[in-house]
């Protein structure tokens, strides 16, 4: 542990609160909104090395039953994370960590589920449309979404002809769409990409998507500035 998260900078600054994060890994955002808290039997009854992104998880309605004082999401699942889609189309699931699989569980895979691999951003801001209005009609708490950083270690490309789908401009089309869907909906960005950018990929990256602890707090500091904009706290009590 090189960094205990967002309370150690209201501790620094003798902050007269605390924030109580709960976190839970989450799926793309097409499961969040089919999710009822129902978990597919078929699933149920396997014993899937799912951790951290276990079914009850995937399946669970947490998002919209539970009243927090604010909402923080990101969009790297549907930049990053493939779904097993059941042939049929009766659900999908996040198969984390598959390659590790027993040979059997992987079979049954394979032999059942086609590969999602990504969502169209279309899709995607239209998913995040609806549970933003599903969580207004709920809840008057800010809404922040993390956007990414679109830096890829190691990628130095100067022509773009025939490279259609570099991950590092998929990045960048949904950093964009999120602007765009903050514009249409006043939810706050949390603008990792900007926060990477001005303290430099190397000092804050361990490769595309991960942080290190100079990272994580960088972007921490980021997310409790929102957090103070929005009056999260005693206005009385701590200076701004």
Known sequence: MRWNGINALLREADAPLSIRVKHETSPRSEMLLAADGTIPAELAARDLPLDPHGLRVQFGTTLFTERPD?????????IQMP???????????????????PPEQRQWLRDGFTLSRSIGIDESMANFHAIIARLRAASDAPILVYNVSALVPGESIHCYAGMEDLYSTRIRRFNLALVELSQQTGISIVDVDRVVATHGARALKFDTTHLNPAGCRAVAEEVLRVLLDHGLHDEGAWPR
């Open 70 to 78: 604010a909402y923080v999401l990101s969009l790297q699942p549907d």
């Open 83 to 101: 779904l097993a889609l059941r042939r049929g189309g009766d659900y999908a699931f996040y198969p984390h960590g598959v390659e590790a699989w």
